[in-house]
C-alpha cells in the first residue's frame, strides 16, 4: 500500500473517535498507523483485514473506449513502442532464446505480426478475460510485484537483470507444459486531451502514460505436407516450423483507468476466461484474483439451489433468468459491464418470486458462495442466447425471448413440461402437422 494519506481509509467505528483518514505505514513485522502528527499506533489485524476488504471492494474498471484507445496505437503511424524483448521457452523450463531490440528497427510485416498479437492482448470482455486486478498490500513492499514491475517500467527494458528476473519469475509460475514464447513491450502514449463532449485535443497533452505489455504465446509446430516453391513454380515437402500462436495470457501495467496511469492494478488478459493462471497471478503480479466466469457460474447456481431449497421451481427460476436479461437489456447502452452486489442480488431474488422466509439466510449463504464484497457479472451468471431444460433422457432448448412457450404442468399427480406448439413443427428436419402429427409435404 502506498504511504499516503489517500491509501487507506478506516471507518470511525474500527479506529480511534473521529479519526477518518489515516497514514498507512508498513514495516517489516509491524502494521501502524500514523496520524497527522506522525504518532504511531498499532493495529489490530483482524481491523486491518476488515478495511483491505472494503478498498478492494472498490470500483475499478478500465472500460471498452479505455482499452480500445490503447490498441489504436498499434499501427505504423500511431505505434510508440520503444522496445521489444522475448523470451523463447521449451517444455523443459528452459530459456532457449531471448532477444532485446528497438522496435521501429524491425521489418514491416513483422510489425503487422506482433501488432496482431498486442491486441489480441486487450480484446474480449471487460469482466470476463479482461480483469483489472488490484495489488495485494504486500505487493507494495521492497520487492514485491508492484515495486518491481515499476522498476522494470522504468528502467524502459534496458536493464538485462531485471529482464532475467522477470523472465524467471513467469517461467517459476505459467503452468503450459510446451514450448512458449514471452513478450515484454515498452510503449509510451502522449494521452490527448478530450473536450466535454469527448473530441480529441492533440495539441492538449494531459499526461504521458508509460506502460508495460506483456504477451504470453504458446509455440506450436506447423503441420508437415506439401508446400509451394516460388523459385521452380512446384510442390514439394514442406519442413515443420515452430509458429507462434496468439497470446495465452497477458497484462497491461500500469492500468488504464479513466484515460490516465492508475498504479493500484493491472489490467489482466486470459484467453480462457474460466480458468486463470492462478500461480502467475500470485507470484508475478500478486493481484486479487477474482472468480472467473466460470466460477462466478457455477457459485451463482450453488448460491440459488441453497436459497430456494425445495421451492427452487421451474417458474421461479424462468423468472430469475428474464429479470437477468432485463436488466442486461436496460444497461445495453453503457460502456461498463453490468454487475450485481449482493442487496442486488438479494432484490433480483425477491423479484423472482421468491419469498420472504427463504431469504433470511440469503446474505450468510451469499458470503459463502460469492464472497462478501464481490459483484457478480450479469452476463457471466445470465444465459442471453440460450433457454435449456434438461431430464436425465430429454435436454428441450428454447429461445430466450420466448421462455413464455413452455410451462409445467401436474397431470394425475405426475410433473410434465408442457411445450405450446404455434404454426410450426419440426422433428429430425422434418416437417409434421402441429395438430395431427402427420408429415407435412412440400407441394
Sequence with gaps: MKNNADALIFHTALCAASITKLLFIAEPNKIWLCDSAGIKMPVEWRLLKKCKKEYIGMEYKMIKKEINEIKSQYTLEECGILRLCGCYVNGDKEKVARFNQTFLNLPEEEKHKYFDIFRKTLSGTPGKNLLDMRFTMDSYADGGARTFLYQLRDSELKDDA????????????????????ILLINQVYDVPGRTSDGIDMEDASDEVY?????SICHVSLSKPGLGYFEEDHAFHDQQQNHMVDLPDIGFLFPAFNNRSEDGEGVLYYSKDANAFEQLFLAQVLNCEVPLSAGSQKENFQVLVEETLGEECNYETIKNIHENLNEMIQEQKGNPEPVTIDKTEMRDLLEKSGVKEERLQDFEEHFEQAIGENTRLMAANIAETRKFEVKTPDVVVKVNPERTDLVETMEIEGKQY??????????????SVNPETGEVQYNE
Excluded at 413440461?417 to 422434418?430: A, K, P, R, S, Y
Design 162 to 181: 531485471l529482464l532475467e528476473k522477470f523472465y524467471d519469475k513467469v517461467i517459476e509460475s505459467y503452468s503450459h507444459p510446451g514450448n512458449y514464447l
Design 210 to 214: 508509460s506502460y508495460l505489455l506483456c
Design 417 to 430: 413440461l408442457v411445450i405450446q406448439i404455434d404454426e410450426h413443427l419440426e422433428v429430425n428436419g422434418i
